[in-house]
């Protein structure tokens, strides 16, 4: 049997990769020509060359291959051309899709995102089965996520093997972009969060999400969704988690969302003049409108999903980020973990 993972030079893809690739035996990865190879040197893979966006390099990469592991996905908060992000995460999903379904792949495990869950409604917290439109959707990244989401289940519906997971904000070590929430963590660690915005999150480990991925693909069932999530935790908290291994204290101002709104407005307006990425994506400052907790227990009764506690998680990543010289010199003897 041979299994194939799109996205493993990825974050999170990386770790699924790992752990896959310690339990199976097969494992090929889709990389594109241009990618940096350095993170998979060492794991037990073969490499295909190909792009989602190529058709006929899908096809080749799929020959023998029985299981899919969707993982690739461009996540970007701004994109000097949004475009960019429709077309690997839709239409590249698309493709995939149809060449997986001629290559008859017996399962096919899409990465969605706790995107495309419905913000917060109502006392109860969101979970797989509450309803979303696209038009609630903030932002490509969002909307782009919610539309290949779509394409997977449509896909089910007519008989094709998926299972959708959806991960929330995985933290961990091996995170070389950074994620919008790496970039948290070491605007933190370089001192440049000295406050915090009254908004919230579901945090869980990487490593877990990557278990979860295996679960999904032995007890999931197809057409269903399944949210990879841990702890719920505000901004404020999960600083305070951040800041706990590291000796220095968290933030202590809450920033208020207009303001915040408002400096996004501003950046984003400046930094589209001269062409450059924000370093507050306006996107972002939209989203910390609503506090996106959900209910994470479906994963939990059905896949047997089952993560550690996130301060661990946390820790490792702010480990890694320390020893991979994401923080300035100046900052480091403040920011030792302890």
Request: proline share 6%; aromatic share 8%.
């Amino acid at each position: 049997m041979t299994t194939l993972i799109t996205g493993a030079t990825g974050f999170l893809g990386w770790h699924v990769t790992r752990f896959l690739s310690e339990r199976v035996t097969g494992v090929r990865v889709l990389v594109r020509p241009t990618s940096q190879l350095l993170a998979i040197e060492g794991l037990n893979v073969d490499r295909v060359y190909g792009d989602l966006r190529d058709r006929t390099s899908l096809s080749k990469a799929l020959d023998g291959v029985s299981e899919v592991f969707h993982v690739a996905a461009d996540y970007r908060l701004w994109a000097k051309n949004p475009n960019d992000i429709y077309e690997t995460n839709v239409s590249g999903t698309s493709n995939l899709i149809e060449a997986s379904r001629r290559a008859g792949v017996e399962r096919f495990v899409y990465t969605s995102s706790v995107a495309t869950i419905a913000v917060p409604a109502g006392d109860g917290l969101p979970d797989e089965r509450t309803p979303a439109r696209l038009d609630q959707m903030i932002g490509h990244y969002k909307r782009s996520k919610f539309m290949a989401e779509q394409e997977v289940l449509e896909a089910a519906v007519k008989g094709f093997p998926a299972v959708v997971v959806n991960p929330t904000t995985p933290v961990g070590p091996a995170d070389w972009k950074p994620t919008p929430t790496g970039r948290i963590i070491v605007d933190f660690l370089n001192g440049r969060m000295p406050a915090y915005v009254d908004t919230g999150f579901n945090v869980v480990g990487v490593e877990d999400v990557a278990e979860g991925h295996w679960l999904a693909a032995k007890q999931g069932r197809i057409g269903q969704r399944y949210i990879l999530g841990g702890r719920n935790m505000t901004l404020k908290e999960f600083l305070t988690a951040v800041a706990a291994p590291t000796g220095r204290p968290a933030p202590r101002v809450r920033l208020p969302y207009a303001l915040a709104l408002a400096a996004g407005y501003t950046e984003n307006l400046f930094c589209s003049v001269l062409g450059r990425e924000p370093r507050i994506p306006l996107e972002g400052v939209r989203m910390a409108k609503h506090k996106m907790f959900v209910d994470c227990s479906r994963a939990t009764l059905e896949l047997g999903f089952r993560p550690a506690g996130v301060e661990a998680a946390i820790g490792r990543a702010v480990r890694w980020y320390i020893e991979n010289g994401y923080v300035v010199r100046s900052q480091l003897r403040s920011a030792e973990v302890v």
